[in-house]
């Protein structure tokens, strides 16, 4: 192979080399910015209608302002959560959904929707503290999945020994999964952050933590 084809392929390897290294920097920065907007474009498109065109700043300017359905939408669950704080408004708010609640097929979807977003507002950032490993589907095939909350309930009462919710998340998409209750005994906690989890969960496993926790001098010297 001659000197000219081997510059050849080193310009192409390096060309290539930059291409990729482009590729992995922009495309997050575009997919994070196209979500972005196609979530205030989402929220404008269900708020504004309800707001009088003559409330619109784009009836006033030559061009209209991305973001307003979305402070719009802000607002008004903040009031709705002011009203709802006293006895009064939560009154009013009851009778409101209330006929929701007396109807056979919507009341059981109203109310699994209600107890799912009570759950999540309430527990706030103790959602998913934790990343374990659990034998799944069977003994030997272990799975990444995160800790919910400690078994308890009807469920935790039906065993007798100390048990865990997990939810053991699909790859690539980990918004989908599987709640499991696993023995505390048979699970394996790690040290990485849950960022670090899902990051190896949607990259099915090609994305890895950087690097392992730094262990205590005492502890390393226990060993």
């Known amino acids: 192979m001659t000197k000219d084809s081997l510059k050849k392929i080193s310009i192409f390897g390096r060309i290539r080399t930059y291409f990729l290294t482009g590729l992995v920097i922009a495309a997050p920065i575009a997919i994070t910015i196209y979500a972005t907007l196609w979530v205030v474009d989402l929220v404008d498109a269900w708020v504004l209608p309800f707001i009088p065109k003559s409330y619109l700043p784009e009836t006033y300017l030559q061009f209209s302002i991305p973001g307003i359905g979305l402070i719009i939408a802000f607002v008004a669950l903040v009031l709705l959560g002011a009203v709802t704080a006293n006895f009064v408004g939560r009154y009013i708010v009851n009778l409101g959904t209330g006929w929701l609640e007396k109807m056979p097929v919507v009341r059981t979807m109203y109310k699994a929707l209600k107890q799912i977003f ?9 959602n998913f503290k934790q990343v374990v490993i659990v034998e799944y589907p069977r003994r030997g095939i272990f799975a990444i999945a995160f800790v919910a ?13 100390d048990m865990v919710s997990v939810f053991l998340p699909t790859t690539p998409n980990p918004t989908s999964g599987f709640l499991l209750f696993v023995p505390k005994k048979d699970v394996k906690f790690l040290d990485m952050s849950v960022e670090d989890g899902a990051k190896l969960v949607i990259s099915a496993g090609l994305v890895n933590p950087e690097k392992l926790p730094v ?5 390393a010297g226990a060993k």
Not at 151 to 157: A, Q, Y
């Open 149 to 161: 909350t400690e078994t308890k309930g009807e469920v935790g009462s039906n065993f007798d020994e």
């Open 118 to 126: 009570e759950t999540v507002v309430s527990q706030g950032e103790k």
């Open 215 to 219: 262990k205590d001098d005492d502890s």
